[in-house]
């Protein structure tokens, strides 16, 4: 390896280093302590998930034989489930508590993950072994996704953190992408390294879902390492438990509740479905990401960038952009030793970037699931852009509420597949691109521009909508209204087989966009016609 290499990686590590700092000391100031800890653990399992998730789609075909349509079928059944079992998860920790259900979920998912990991062939027993596979993934993450998420819930219930809930779910949504950021990279990477020993193309998918059995072992490490610093959230806890933190006694016993009305719990059930119901619409869309858009990332994007658009398609530049923004933004938060990491943050985003300009290759190669890391870079860089805003809005006393959030997520997310239809003017359809061996193709930007746009809806609509939700559900059934915020995204994610099957049955592309902008545009619309309600609530 040469000196810059050397170097070059050198400052990658010195900058996480540095990066997991400033998460604690500075960007969670003021923040619950468990806040981190339960965002890091979320994360771990979310690079395992989102590594499968990069490459799962493509695997089906490629392994299996499958059609478009029925890989479309396959993997939107499996979001389905994924998102829908967390109900049964929500009434499972309603009644057994949340701490056992969270770790319960994380074993089961990995035998899943191990299942996919073994490389059975492509015949019957194959495919009923993966689906045996995709269950287990499904029921752990059921069990572990929504109800981790309410526990970082109850950290804001003590009235001195009730005002920070919404900037704590953006960071908490912040750190989890980091994991799904590095994902396609890890699986591209595992993948080339393990044809490069001469597995085949097929088989080296099931080094891909390997990582995911390794992350989720470091996601329970750190969940029970760190289980000190939340665990007077967890309602099966002692209550003589000894608190591992800074905070007062007082602070750490469990805030009491006020009871509500039969008329008050049934508005505030009533407001959560109505939410649910648009959500099922933005998840359809949102989550086109590792199906259509992935199959026009294959079949309709240039396969080489060069110049500096190369630089793009090397995490490790991403990740210095990430370092340089964080920097700066947490320089203005910080005061004396803070300002000096945030300084050293920043110029090591800047050094990596700069010995990248000095060696910018000739071209770089272009796989179709690398697209898939633009949506969590955006969210981990724009996330301290968002909080700053939103934070210098709510001071002048102009913030949007969390529901006009959730209705302006879906104005932004029409505008997507706006710029997509645009994208697609004058291609060729899904056949009959194939069939002429993908000529005609078009630049790497425009996806990039579409999944920029599509993270700002996003952060509208993703991080809010789950604040919201812990917010207004009924104490009594926080677990299941979290469980059924899942359920209304497993919906829609059964529905993303829609374009996909649109896609299989050779519909020209501005009309599959179309169909995807005209449910965001009146998804918006009926936000914006029952905001006065929401916000009675919210």
Request: glycine share 8%; net charge neutral.
């Amino acid at each position: 390896m040469e000196l810059s290499s050397i170097v070059f990686y050198a400052l990658v590590a010195l900058s996480a280093l540095v990066f997991f700092y400033s998460l604690v000391n500075i960007l969670c100031k003021g923040q619950p302590k468990g806040l981190v800890w339960l965002a890091l653990a979320n994360t771990g399992e979310r690079f395992g998930y989102y590594t499968m998730l990069a490459v799962f789609a493509l695997f089906l075909g490629e392994n299996f034989g499958f059609s478009t349509g029925t890989s479309s079928t396959i993997y939107s059944t499996f979001l389905m489930l994924v998102y829908f079992l967390p109900v049964i998860g929500g009434i499972a920790a309603d009644r057994f508590g949340f701490g056992k259900m969270v770790t319960t979920g994380i074993f089961i998912m990995f035998i899943g993950y191990l299942l996919l990991a073994v490389p059975l062939g492509g015949n019957t027993m194959a495919a009923c072994a993966m689906g045996l596979a995709l269950i287990l993934v499904s029921l752990g993450t059921g069990l572990f996704k929504g109800n981790l998420q309410v526990l970082v819930g109850k950290l804001y219930d003590a009235p001195e953190y009730a005002a920070m809930r919404d900037s704590g779910f953006s960071i908490f949504y912040m750190a989890i992408n980091i994991g799904a950021m590095l994902a396609p990279t890890a699986a591209i990477g595992v993948m080339g390294l393990a044809q490069s020993q001469g597995v085949s193309v097929a088989d080296s998918y099931h080094y891909a879902f390997a990582v995911a059995c390794v992350s989720l072992i470091v996601s329970i490490i750190i969940y029970y390492a760190s289980k000190r610093t939340f665990c007077h959230v967890l309602e099966t806890e002692k209550k003589d438990v000894v608190v591992e933190t800074s905070e007062s006694t007082e602070n750490t016993e469990k805030p009491e509740v006020p009871e509500l009305s039969k008329a008050e719990t049934k508005e505030r059930i009533i407001c959560l479905c109505l939410v649910f119901a648009v959500v099922i619409f933005f998840w359809m869309a949102f989550h086109q990401n590792g199906l259509t858009l992935t199959f026009f990332a294959r079949d309709y994007v240039v396969t080489e960038a060069t110049g500096l658009g190369s630089l793009m398609f090397n995490v490790a530049n991403l990740w210095a952009v990430v370092c340089l923004v964080y920097g700066i933004y947490n320089y203005t938060r910080g005061e004396g030793t803070d300002k000096i990491i945030s300084i050293v943050l920043g110029v090591l985003g800047v050094a990596i970037l700069a010995l990248s300009l000095c060696n910018i290759p000739a071209s770089t190669a272009i796989s179709a699931p690398i697209f898939q890391q633009f949506n969590p870079l955006f969210v981990v860089a724009l996330t301290p852009v968002s909080v700053a805003l939103f934070a210098s809005l709510a001071k002048v006393g102009k913030e949007p509420s969390s529901p006009k959030k959730i209705g302006l997520g879906m104005l932004v997310a029409a505008i997507a597949f706006i710029l997509m239809i645009v994208a697609s003017l004058g291609l060729l359809a899904p056949e009959q691109q194939v069939a002429t061996e993908g000529a005609g193709r078009v630049s790497y930007n425009w996806l990039v521009m579409t999944y920029l746009i599509l993270t700002f809806a996003e952060l509208l609509l993703s991080p809010i909508g789950i604040s919201f939700v812990s917010k207004v559900a009924p104490p009594k059934y926080a677990g299941l209204m979290m469980g059924l915020w899942f359920a209304s995204t497993a919906i829609g994610n059964f529905l993303v087989q829609i374009p996909g099957l649109l896609w299989g049955a050779n519909v020209a592309l501005p009309y599959i966009w179309g169909v995807l902008a005209g449910i965001c545009l009146l998804s918006a619309l009926f936000i914006f016609s029952i905001l006065k309600k929401l916000e009675k609530v919210a």
